[in-house]
T-cell receptor, first 109, second 113 residues
């Protein structure tokens, strides 16, 4: 079957580092994307990994291991505005994306 | 650029009524998508269009129809609304070579009573 698993909730304090894990199971895997969604808002694209390794974009980094069907999003120097839901999504050769159920990150002062 | 726009923002329907959700993008993207998001859950693909004139079913197409009117516009129609279709509906678009990077509209919050 096809699926993604990520933790439902994560809590961290301002200034800390947090890692959100994502495991997936699918055929025809092309890559793993990450999206951020604030409460009541639309998802916005953060990062994409097609190859194994780390991609860095400012305070956010994303990692992929294709052999382990695993990836993570790393958020550094957490700020209150980072409180949001984070979704991993895999992209397949059919051009479609399948999204996980999301991880709600709460950043506390 | 407005990006991806959706109308209406909110809608309340009675069971059995029909309606069309409108979506337009001004980024010259080939691919467009319709998703639904239920509370506490991820996005589920309803329909997908890789280019003008083509559409393809996603994970949850039952009860919906779509039209790719032109490159800019992609509409979603509910022929006979049911309470199970109460959800937030998002339209998205992407360049064909970068389908992993999707741009989303603000969403339509639909309640079916």
């Amino acid at each position: 079957g096809q699926s993604l698993e990520q933790p439902s909730e994560v809590t961290a304090v301002e200034g800390a580092i947090v890692q959100i894990n994502c495991t997936y199971q699918t055929s025809g895997f092309y890559g793993l994307s990450w999206y951020q969604q604030h409460d009541g808002g639309a998802p916005t694209f953060l990062s994409y990994n097609a190859l194994d390794g780390l991609e860095e974009t400012g305070r956010f980094s994303s990692f992929l291991s294709r052999s382990d069907s695993y990836g993570y999003l790393l958020l550094q120097e957490l700020q209150m505005k980072d409180s949001a839901s984070y979704f991993c999504a895999y992209n397949t050769n059919a051009g479609k994306s399948t999204f996980g159920d999301g991880t709600t990150l709460t950043v506390k002062p | 650029n407005a990006g991806v726009t959706q109308t209406p923002k909110f809608q309340v329907l009675k069971t059995g009524q029909s309606m069309t959700l409108q979506c337009a993008q001004d980024m010259n993207h080939n691919s467009m998508y319709w998703y639904r998001q239920d509370p506490g859950m991820g996005l589920r693909l309803i329909y997908y269009s890789a280019s003008e004139g083509t559409t393809d079913k996603g994970e949850v197409p039952n009860g919906y129809n779509v039209s790719r009117l032109n490159k800019r516009e992609f509409s979603l129609r509910l022929e006979s609304a049911a309470p199970s279709q109460t959800s937030v509906y998002f339209c998205a678009s992407s360049e064909g070579s970068r389908d992993y990077e999707q741009y989303f509209g603000p969403g339509t919050r639909l309640t079916v009573t």
